[in-house]
């Protein structure tokens, strides 16, 4: 039995390596600016020195968890410790406003480990079929994906559609400052080298979120939390843990949607989030209250950070192609041990890949326990007045933004963006809606333009991208065709069917 | 004033700084892991009073920074890191990793080029990607490739040109045969994988599309595998796993000589008929050649480039050196620095043909 073989190497000293490995990640993770990209570079050295099995399962120890604790920080400071930690901001950090920071930590996490275990079981499950699977989604497929997540944000929040549309459209925007790669053309970049890779995201995200929040704060005065008594931690981690199997549709939805993107080699580290958070946002049956504190939109943005762990591990065993740059470092790693990852491993191999799999579920589980133990005392750090708060977290702010690339020009993108922000959240733009577009906005360009080039238009014909499509079309104009059929079958009333139809599509 | 009584008070604060602590800790293994280990070895060098290794150099005692273009946890970055320490030990001095990362290498070039050539800048960057920029008259370089320092070249790994299987090429032969040729995958102009189709395309005179915009050789080799694409080129190194698995077949090394492990793959000089394209395929070559290379500032005095020349010549001949590059899966190609700079020659002095190539979508 493959699956026990692959238990059996989990050794009482290999188990304590990855433990390690989860332990080590989950302090960088949750410290702002720094993610898992870091903790993997920085582990590697001294995981190489280690016995294949022991260093492979440290290696992957940080990189499955690395999606995790920056939920902590998230929801109650609104600072992602991550880029991949951003869409738990959205509806955590009002949750943390009123008192609820704990509960909304603990949907989060518990939403993380599920996401995990999903992600794991999903890759099990595909083990006999994974070279059609990877081979099925390309491009356009990708481009559909995308596509409908980007129609979904405009469902969140539910606030006036002109602000969402114009928040969507700056972040798009800017997205596209920035070389593009492929044409070698400039965009936006007014000779300036800084802006050549485009604008940097965690400098951005931390101004988004750190420094509005701290101005607001600022601003307002007294504390992060504006209960007065806020409810038992107890009573909210056990209703957070509820409210994710509550949510079970969320849960799942988000959790296939991360393990999706987490399939594509190009669409990067932080997208996954914004697919399954758009996605529950539209299909949720309290869309309105999305951005501002809806537990779905918590357990949708952490469900999917770690589902996608597991998807991106499914290009890696079928080709040897990393889903992820976290997951390319992990390959590089393997190589190093004399491991060649790839189709050969489902047969030379096979007990190691099952030692992964269990590594994914434990690795998940460990790390949900470990981050419930520390939230509660982070969590009383809300209640403090802002004239102790703002400082630490302005210099943690500055510390993450400047660590990402280590370039000058990073703090004032910081700083901007803090402004900006604040004047998009004084006038009631949504921040969320902005980075969606910001973050997704390029891989939908760049996955149409390979679609283009490799299949021409007929890419639309795609039966996977057509179905997405169609499904688009469908829920965009559904609703409509809903009232006319409705005005229809109701021929007493007095005005005709379809001028009545119209009236109501144009309301 | 809830929060400030006394015991509660002495919590947070511990929480808070616990927080700072752990940010200490990070940041201390991440950006001063190599100093802290020189730190503790280039005292040792010093006391051994290395012969060879000049511990009374003009270097000596001094802290030398070691840039590189790129983030920590990549290839370049890991190079740097696992070359520093044992620089540092050659040197008796202190040699600080920096990353320099941004346009794709060419902040930490501009950098470089810019710098005081005294010694204590050099650089590990991507000398073949830089001659491919520079002959496909990319955009935003403050440079004269030309005219740095080349100390010597780390590692200069063979490309090939693969054919997915696929697609049911086997040979050049097919290739030559075929009056549409390939579609190769690229990442987009003035990238490796463009510039090596743009060239190879012209030093053999045949036809073939490239399709741009693709993230990366990964999500090439994606496309490869779903026969979108027919073709690409890439390190051997990178492309030796798809070839055993059979999901790949070598058509040509672009190479001096065939490869040792692939004796049957021919390389693409075999097949060029005319003196104008055989210039175009050395030249391609050449650039390939540049590998990664260790630069420094341009005018570099005499004596401390013979230093620096020096100290990297018996770090890449020691054997303690190379045992630690092949635990860590780096392959090592080392040319001297008096041979990194005659092969940047070639490349800067180009002819027409070769520019005229690149301009070609």
Redesign the interface.
């Known amino acids: 039995m493959a699956p026990l073989e692959g238990l059996a190497l989990l050794s009482p000293t290999v188990f304590v390596y990855m433990l390690l490995g989860v332990l080590f990640s989950t302090v960088v993770v949750i410290t702002p600016g720094l993610g898992g990209l870091f903790a993997i570079a920085v582990i590697l050295p001294f995981a190489l020195t280690l016995d294949p099995v022991a260093g492979i399962a440290m290696i992957l120890g940080v990189n499955v968890v690395s999606g995790t604790g920056n939920t902590i920080t998230a929801i109650l400071f609104g600072i992602p410790g991550s880029a991949s930690g951003v869409a738990s901001t959205f509806d955590g950090f009002p949750m943390s406003r009123r008192g609820e920071g704990v509960r909304a930590v603990s949907a989060g996490l518990v939403a993380s480990a599920v996401g995990g275990l999903i992600g794991a079981a999903v890759l099990a499950l595909s083990l006999p079929v994974l070279r059609p699977i990877v081979l099925a989604f390309r491009p356009p497929e990708f481009f559909a994906l995308i596509l409908v997540a980007m129609v979904f944000m405009a469902f969140v929040g539910g606030g006036d559609p002109l602000k969402g549309l114009i928040s969507g459209g700056l972040g798009l925007m800017l997205a596209f400052v920035g070389l593009e790669n492929s044409t070698a053309q400039q965009r936006y970049t007014f000779g300036e080298l800084y802006l050549w890779d485009g604008l940097p995201l965690v400098p951005i995200v931390l101004g988004l979120y750190a420094i509005t929040e701290m101005l607001a704060l600022i601003e307002r005065g007294g504390a992060i939390s504006g209960a007065k008594h806020p409810v038992g931690w107890a009573h909210q981690m056990l209703r957070g843990t509820k409210d994710v199997f509550r949510h079970w549709q969320a849960t799942l939805q988000s959790s296939i949607a991360g393990l999706w993107v987490g399939m594509a080699p190009g669409l990067g580290d932080s997208a996954a989030q914004f697919v399954g958070y758009a996605q529950v946002a539209k299909t949720s049956k309290n869309r309105e209250n999305f951005g501002k504190g809806a537990i779905e939109g918590v357990i949708a943005a952490d469900a999917a950070t770690n589902s996608k762990e597991g998807g991106a591990l499914i290009p890696t065993l079928a080709f040897g192609i990393p889903g992820s740059s976290s997951m390319a470092i992990v390959i590089a790693a393997f190589l190093a041990f004399g491991i060649q990852p790839g189709p050969e491993m489902l047969t030379q191999n096979i007990d190691i890949v099952w030692m992964i799999i269990w590594i994914l579920v434990f690795a998940n589980l460990i790390t949900m326990v470990v981050c419930l133990a520390v939230t509660p005392g982070i969590a009383k750090l809300t209640q403090l007045r802002a004239s102790l708060l703002v400082p630490p977290i302005l210099v943690l702010s500055v510390f993450g933004a400047y660590s990402s690339s280590s370039r000058l020009g990073d703090i004032l993108t910081l700083f901007g963006f803090g402004l900006f922000g604040w004047q998009l959240k004084r006038f009631g733009y949504s921040r969320a809606i902005f980075l969606i577009g910001f973050v997704l906005g390029p891989i939908l360009e760049s996955n149409y333009l390979l679609s283009m080039r490799i299949f021409g238009p007929a890419f639309l014909r795609r039966p996977i991208t057509l179905g997405l499509l169609l499904l688009l079309v469908l829920i965009v104009v559904g609703p409509a065709i809903k009232r006319l059929i409705v005005g229809l079958r109701r021929p007493t009333v007095p005005e005709s069917a379809s001028g009545d139809a119209d009236s109501r599509t144009d309301a | ?1 809830r ?1 400030l009584k006394k015991g ?1 008070l002495n ?2 604060v511990g ?2 700084a616990a ?2 602590l ?2 200490a ?3 201390g ?3 001063t ?1 190599t100093p802290a280990e020189d730190a503790e070895e280039s005292p040792d060098a010093g006391a051994d009073g290395d012969a060879d290794g000049g511990g009374e150099g003009l270097l000596a005692g001094q802290t030398i920074t070691f840039v590189v273009g790129v ?3 990549g ?1 370049y ?2 190079y740097a ?1 696992m070359i520093a320490p044992f620089l540092a030990e050659e040197l008796g001095a202190n040699v600080v990793v920096d ?6 290498g ?2 930490s070039l ?1 950098n470089l080029y810019a710098a005081e050539p005294d010694g204590t800048t050099i650089a590990l960057a991507n000398g073949s990607g830089t001659g491919g920029n520079v002959l496909a008259g ?3 370089m403050e440079f004269e490739y030309g005219e740095f320092s080349a100390l010597g070249r780390v590692a200069g790994e063979p490309k090939v040109l693969v054919a997915s299987a696929a697609s049911g090429y086997e040979s050049m032969e097919d290739l030559l045969a075929d009056p549409e040729g390939f579609r190769y995958g690229t ?5 490796s994988t463009h510039t090596d189709a743009q060239l190879l395309r012209a030093s053999l005179g045949i036809p073939g599309d490239l ?6 050789s ?2 090439i ?3 490869l ?2 026969n ?2 027919q073709g690409t080129i890439g390190t051997l190194d990178s492309h030796v ?2 070839i055993e ?1 059979g ?1 790949q077949v070598p058509i040509a090394m672009i190479a001096a000589e065939r490869a040792e492990d692939f004796p049957d793959v021919p390389t693409v000089l075999e097949f060029v008929d005319d003196e104008d394209r055989r210039v175009i395929a050395e030249t391609h070559i050449a650039v390939i050649d540049l590998g990664r290379a260790l630069l420094a500032p341009p005018g570099m005095p005499d004596d401390i480039l013979a230093e620096l020349r020096q100290a990297i010549e018996n770090v890449f001949t020691s054997e303690e050196f190379l045992a630690e590059a092949a ?3 780096r392959p090592i190609g080392y040319l001297t620095g008096e041979e990194l700079a005659e092969r940047i020659q070639v490349v800067v002095n180009a002819p027409e043909s070769v520019f005229e190539a690149l301009q070609q979508q």
């Open positions: 004033m929060y509660r919590k947070t929480v808070m927080f700072g752990m940010l800790a990070c940041g293994d991440g950006d892991a983030s920590p946890g290839g970055d890991s890191r990353n320099q990362p941004g346009a794709g060419l902040v501009n990319a955009e935003g990442t987009g102009p003035g990238g399709v741009s915009g693709f993230d990366g990964e999500e080799g994606l496309a595998a779903a979108e694409l796993p798809d698995a999901d635990s860590q899966n």
